[in-house]
């Protein structure tokens, strides 16, 4: 951590700007009805703070957490949700909010899971869009900023834990 190298790849007033436009989106999209925006800890937890604050529709909010078995960089694939929401979402118009795509692998088991709970309808709504390390398909709806690869960290991104805290949004350029 020390000695990790980092440059800035969105700053905190790009960041602003762009929740901004997405907040705006949706908003349109779901004129008229209450949305259930499901957050996954950790990492969407800053996102997700600044996105609800910018809707102009109610919201009601829940968490839940995933693990992808194996620390660090590297997720190895086998996903299990280690803490489940506690609203009942059938019938609802649910959105969640996460702070990456990468392998798709999470997303995707989140989304068939709350899928069998039949919401009227369900969205994904992500920070970072990081294309080229997909093992699954997986699109979300709203995408706030895409890249190609690369270990990004800042904004509720973290490494090994470290580096959430962090306004902007850095590239690790010595990993
Ligand atoms: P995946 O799409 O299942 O591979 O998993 C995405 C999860 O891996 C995200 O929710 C992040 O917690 C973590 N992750 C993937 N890439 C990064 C990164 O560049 N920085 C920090 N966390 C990442
Ligand atoms: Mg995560």
Redesign the pocket.
């Known amino acids: 951590m020390e000695d990790m190298r980092k440059e800035i790849l969105y700053s905190r007033e790009q960041i602003d700007r762009r929740v901004t436009e997405l907040a705006a989106e949706i908003s349109r999209d779901y004129a008229g009805r209450e949305l259930v925006v499901i957050g ?1 800890l950790k ?2 937890f800053v996102f997700m703070a600044d996105l609800i604050r910018r809707l102009g529709i109610p919201c009601i909010i829940d968490f839940a957490r ?1 693990a ?1 078995y194996g620390a660090g ?1 590297v ?1 190895s694939g086998r ?1 299990a949700i280690t803490k489940d929401i506690e609203m009942e979402i059938r019938d609802r118009d649910v959105l969640i909010v ?10 995707s ?1 989140l989304v068939r899971t709350f899928q069998e709970r039949g919401p009227r309808s369900l969205k994904v709504c992500a920070f ?1 869009d ?1 294309r080229m ?1 997909r ?1 699954v398909s ?1 699109e979300a709806d709203y995408v706030g900023f895409t890249l190609d690869d ?4 800042g904004y509720g ?3 090994n834990e470290k580096a959430r805290f962090f306004p902007d949004v850095y590239i690790v350029t010595n990993l």
Request: zero cysteines; aromatic letters at 12%; hydrophobic letters at 50%.
């Open positions: 996954v990492g969407a995933l992808s960089a997720s996903i996460e702070d990456i795509v990468d392998t798709g692998l999470t997303l088991y970072l990081k390390r093992q997986f690369g270990f990004v960290i991104l973290d490494f």
